[in-house]
């Protein structure tokens, strides 16, 4: 198994597999196919049972996937079988509507620390967390040895800030600001773009 | 050409290509190649001359595309070269920070009304809306011809709203909360799921 090899594209599916897969486990079900899989998220079988064969044998000919132990199987290959810890920068309204998401901690992360430059929000309180002054994030984010950001600040700082984090040892950022970040090639950066899912809408629409 | 037969994943792949394109005209360049674009997106250049080529021949062997028109027929594609009307539900945190995302305009959406069921935040301004009552919601949307909503309620409302806004003749929902909607078959529902990205990154991270 070599992870260099996989496309990221089949990377980027694992999670969509993970998540249907838990809400199937929550449905009480113990078995699923790669038609059922694939039926749900409107991906073919054939791509599933592809994708899912580059980390492993995870089903039997006929008797499809044990859901449990495929949960396991992806939790592991995308290491989430552990929990994150996540620095959240920026507590305007985005950043502070992150910090009450409750979807984070049973899929793999929780915020630990959250930060704003605004000396009126420093030391107010962002959902259960108490924000921390911005300029002390390198130190700390070092001290409590986090590699994984969430950046909701405005795009004219995103990159001022990204670089700080990534002096201070992040290795993944997830940025909501609508801008293109520059980092380097070792740290992993992914965007929430509310119109690349608007515009896969209105293809549909006539 | 049959708008039926194109798998949706090639569909979601067309707001990254019009993306990065659009980027590229900001950077004052007028040709590009598959192989260009494919480097941007970590996508191969074979995978996307396979999906332009759904959808016409854009460009000539040897001489690349041509950026400007390539924008403007993905764009006629997934039929944002109009704008449309957004109604956005959820006048909390995230809708707040939603309300004033620069990003929509300019890429083919434009928010024109913003509803919470709060008493509270009914009459108050979220970003430069003032929030309706979501009471009225679907005669409203009716009225307007509205047919795209963003949702950012809490998940246990979401399903409710939702049921609304079918009902108004909402034919594309962007559901930001940590659930999933049953919607009938001729809506469109796509999510905002941090956790997918987040997990993307971690799979990397030893």
């Known amino acids: 198994m070599c992870a260099a090899a996989i496309p990221d594209i089949i990377i980027g599916r694992?999670?969509?597999?993970?998540?249907?897969?838990?809400?199937?486990?929550?449905?009480?079900?113990?078995?699923?196919?790669?038609?059922?899989?694939?039926?749900?998220?409107?991906?073919?079988?054939?791509?599933?049972?592809?994708?899912?064969?580059?980390?492993?044998?995870?089903?039997?000919?006929?008797?499809?996937?044990?859901?449990?132990?495929?949960?396991?199987?992806?939790?592991?290959?995308?290491?989430?079988?552990?929990?994150?810890?996540?620095?959240?920068?920026?507590?305007?309204?985005?950043?502070?509507?992150?910090?009450?998401?409750?979807?984070?901690?049973?899929?793999?992360?929780?915020?630990?620390?959250?930060?704003?430059?605004?000396?009126?929000?420093?030391?107010?309180?962002?959902?259960?967390?108490?924000?921390?002054?911005t300029r002390n994030i390198v130190d700390e984010i070092i001290t409590k040895k986090i590699r994984v950001a969430m950046l909701a600040v405005p795009a004219s700082e995103a990159q001022g800030i990204a670089d700080q984090l990534v002096k201070a040892g992040i290795r993944a950022i997830l940025c909501y600001a609508p801008t293109s970040l520059k980092v380097p090639e070792d740290v992993r950066i992914q965007y929430i773009d509310p119109v690349l899912h608007l515009q896969r809408m209105t293809y549909y629409m006539p």
Do not use: C
């Open 14 to 133: 694992l999670p969509l597999y993970l998540r249907a897969l838990s809400k199937m486990a929550t449905e009480d079900k113990e078995i699923t196919s790669s038609q059922e899989l694939g039926a749900r998220l409107g991906i073919s079988s054939a791509q599933i049972r592809k994708d899912l064969s580059q980390f492993g044998e995870f089903g039997k000919q006929g008797t499809g996937y044990n859901i449990v132990f495929l949960i396991d199987q992806l939790r592991r290959i995308l290491h989430v079988n552990q929990i994150w810890d996540v620095a959240l920068i920026g507590a305007g309204d985005l950043g502070k509507a992150i910090a009450n998401y409750g979807g984070f901690l049973n899929r793999g992360f929780q915020i630990v620390a959250v930060y704003d430059n605004d000396p009126h929000k420093v030391g107010q309180p962002a959902g259960k967390y108490i924000v921390r002054a």
